[in-house]
């Protein structure tokens, strides 16, 4: 049996360092750095995952009003 995307748009609750780093227009530096302050980073083995909802959140709460 073979997993199948869903289809749409349906948000990741994680995305790697690699995905990541294209999602949020953000360097892999600078990203790792905010992933580990906001508790968004994740590393199992060699694979970096950041969560999204955390992260996307952290990042708006900088948005000015």
Do not use: W
């Not at 530096?29 to 995952?49: F, Q, S």
């Amino acid at each position: 049996m073979s997993a199948k995307r869903p289809r749409g748009k349906v948000t990741p609750e994680y995305l790697r360092l690699s995905e990541a780093m294209i999602v949020f227009s953000i360097g892999e530096n600078k990203l790792i750095e905010l992933a580990k302050e906001c508790g968004a980073y994740h590393k199992l083995d060699r694979m970096v995952l950041i969560k999204y909802s955390v992260m996307n959140e952290f990042i708006e709460s900088f948005q000015e009003k």
